[in-house]
């Protein structure tokens, strides 16, 4: 979905795209593009990688999720850290 969210600005060259995400490899990028495509959800044209009104249908529906993550993200970097919570032990067996 990464792809998706990227697109949302406006068409992007496959370059662009790799850069926006974060340089994940060229071979997986065009994995997903490929899948993306054969969906419907992203199409190719002379201005790069844009989503098609499938595409853009489906990142509304995602808006609330992102909006969602970004509180989440604040809510974690604002709260004090805690130790981890130890395992507990499982009892010992008497012989």
Request: charge should be positive.
């Amino acid at each position: 979905m990464g792809i998706v969210w990227q697109l949302d600005r406006g068409p992007l060259t496959f370059r662009a795209l790799q850069s926006a995400c974060e340089d994940v490899s060229p071979s997986l990028l065009n994995r997903r593009l490929k899948e993306l495509r054969a969906t419907g959800l992203v199409e190719h044209g002379s201005a790069g990688y844009r989503l098609t009104p499938l595409g853009l249908g489906l990142l509304e529906l995602l808006r609330p999720l992102g909006a969602w993550a970004d509180g989440w993200a604040e809510d974690i970097e604002a709260a004090p850290s805690n130790p981890p919570m130890s395992t507990p032990r499982s009892p010992r067996r008497r012989s």
